[in-house]
């Protein structure tokens, strides 16, 4: 492949479709202990210096995704809502029942359907069966299947997470009318299955079942993840960071393509990090993820693919724009993120 020159961050425009900006990290705060000052506006710096155009704020609760509605409107991004299969046990301890935990988000979705900061996907929701200890998976198959009703109800995407569950994960999704067409028939609109770490085999199949599957960091860490995400056709990929977390690492298997990255593009999507103690608002924490490492996601992929970096990102974003039925106003990388 020949490697075009490129030219410089502003290049390139994304959206980071996973990110969760609520976690207390980006105010500082680690395992419940301060250890810097609130450096979220350094956080949202760095993204639009980094191309970033919008960014979607995942719901992993009912409290969560009432969090990321307010965080969504505040920052004029957009969220999430929904339950994520580790946190499925909320529905049966919620005070009225499984019926009034769904009915509650059923409400969350509905009042905010609208403008800056609106519920742009249903979810994270799905299976989790490599964490059994949070909630059995019966209980996470039960809370799964309610949560389709409200992506049927609401004509929205589903934003999901599958984990060493994919047998039964798409046996619910086929039987719920998500079989094909990203469930169109029966009220669906598709939907994607994030932070992908799945064979190649299982990437067809939810392509072919009209899913979109999401890169990050922790969907490139072994030789077989390179594999799979080579397999993910462009028009299917979209990209996110699942920040805080799946930086990506030097043991990981993504590093051989990074080696890659021109310094007109590390200092931008890789920072220098610095301990949490010594954080200030010019440098990253080391471990914590942030959105503009987005750009790190995109540059394997485009390695991966043989492709131009371009083609990946503007596929992406397209992708993106499309799923979830954005409109990213601006069109000028210098007044970018809201
Ligand atoms: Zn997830």
């Known amino acids: 492949m020949v490697e075009q020159t490129i030219a410089s961050a502003s290049s390139f425009r994304y959206i980071d479709i996973g990110v969760n900006l609520t976690d207390p990290v980006f105010r500082g705060t680690y395992y419940g202990k301060k250890r810097h000052e609130d450096d979220m506006n350094a956080v949202l710096d760095r993204a639009r210096n980094a191309g970033l155009k919008s960014m979607i704020i995942t719901g992993t609760s009912l ?54 900061g609106r519920a742009v996907a249903i979810g994270e929701c799905g299976l989790d069966y490599d964490r059994l200890h949070f909630a059995s998976p019966e209980v996470q198959r039960k809370h799964f299947r309610s949560q389709l009703s409200l992506a049927k109800k609401y004509h929205l995407p589903l934003f999901l997470h599958s984990r060493a569950a994919h047998a ?26 994030h932070s992908f770490t799945g064979s190649p085999t299982e990437a067809s199949e939810l392509m072919d079942m009209g899913f979109y599957l ?21 028009d299917r ?66 390695k991966l693919h043989e492709i131009p970096l371009e083609t990946i990102t503007e596929t992406a974003f397209k992708n993106t724009v499309d799923l979830f039925g954005l409109e990213i106003e601006d069109e000028d990388p210098s007044d970018s993120l809201g």
């Open 63 to 116: 409290a969560e995704s009432r969090g990321a509605l307010s965080l969504a409107k505040d920052l004029g991004f957009f969220c999430t809502v929904g339950c994520h299969p580790t946190r499925a046990a909320e529905f049966d301890k919620f005070k009225g029942g499984p019926e009034a935990y769904l009915k509650a988000l059923d409400k969350l979705v509905a009042s905010n359907l609208h403008g800056k």
């Open 168 to 193: 039964d994960f798409v046996k619910i999704l086929r039987e719920e009318g998500f079989g094909e067409g990203g469930g169109t028939a029966v009220g669906g609109k598709g939907g994607v299955v």
């Open 237 to 302: 990929v979209l990209l996110e960071t699942d920040a805080p977390w799946c930086s990506m690492t030097g043991g990981h298997a993504s590093k051989q393509h990074l080696a890659s990255l021109p310094p007109s593009l590390r200092e931008f999507y890789f920072p220098p990090s610095t301990k949490p103690e010594n954080c200030t608002a010019g440098k990253t924490v080391k471990g914590r993820n942030e959105p503009c490492a987005v750009g790190g996601v995109a540059w394997v992929i485009h």
């Open 214 to 234: 999401s890169v990050n960091g922790c969907s490139l860490k072994t030789e077989e993840n390179l594999q799979t995400a080579k397999a993910i056709r462009p």
